[in-house]
């Protein structure tokens, strides 16, 4: 299920089942986004990125979709281990001078075993 | 190597204290930043130098005041800081500004008392 409001939006799956976790970008100029993985005590480990002149990347285990249209990108993980449990940010980056990464609120994933 | 060292793992300062944080990368990045995570929130930028010259401050308060003695450190000098300034302080870097990925290191808890 989902909360949302004081608490981080959290999604509860079942190890061995596919996880999907959605973000909504705010800047249409974005081109290039990034998710990252965040454990308890640790800092941000990037999993994946996606440039704004695709639509769909493939790692091991992981997936990201963009739909520039509706300025949506998602991750999907395959097979979901206890490992994955953490939360899980999506950053928007636009070129230029600064590069500045824009984090989204984060989705926390809470895989059950 | 691909790593980011953060120290103090954790530190607790009383508002009248002095203290550094200091960040460490030898992978030979250019650009080294300083972002600034409250619970359950995402990170938020404070800080960017590149090529040992600061190019962004995000409107930071003075008690905090970055360094940069060498293309491989990366020091956050703290000074009359707030109770509402504990939070988790994050040190990345990349190749460059004009790079899109950033290394995370695992952050110093900093408690204010």
């Known amino acids: 299920g989902e909360s949302v409001g004081l608490h981080l939006p959290t999604l509860s799956v079942q190890e061995g089942d596919n996880s999907i976790i959605n973000c909504a970008y705010s800047n249409s100029a974005s081109d290039y986004f990034i998710w990252y993985k965040q454990e308890s005590g640790k800092g941000p480990q990037f999993i994946i990125d996606?440039?704004?002149?695709?639509d769909k990347r493939q790692g091991q285990r992981v997936t990201v979709l963009l739909n520039k249209t509706v300025k949506h990108l998602s991750l999907q993980i395959a097979a979901t281990q206890p490992g994955d449990s953490a939360v899980y940010f999506c950053a928007e980056q636009y070129g230029g001078a600064t590069n500045k990464l824009i984090f989204g609120t984060g989705t926390l994933l809470a895989v059950q075993p | 190597d691909t790593e980011v060292t953060q120290t103090p793992k954790h530190l607790v300062m009383g508002m009248t204290n002095k203290k550094s944080l200091k960040c460490e990368q030898h992978?030979?990045?250019?650009?080294m930043y300083w972002y600034k995570q409250k619970a359950k929130k995402p990170p938020e930028l404070m800080f960017v130098?590149?090529?040992?010259?600061?190019?962004i401050n995000e409107s930071v308060p003075s008690r905090f005041s970055p360094e940069c003695p060498n293309s491989s450190l990366l020091n956050l000098h703290l000074h009359a800081l707030q109770p509402e300034d504990s939070a988790l302080y994050l040190c990345?870097?990349?190749?460059?500004?004009?790079?899109?990925?950033?290394?995370f290191g695992p952050g110093t808890r900093l408690t204010v008392t």
């Open positions: 996606i440039r704004s002149n695709m």
């Open positions: 130098y590149s090529y040992e010259k600061l190019s």
């Open positions: 992978m030979g990045h250019r650009a």
């Open positions: 990345a870097s990349s190749q460059d500004l004009g790079s899109y990925e950033q290394y």
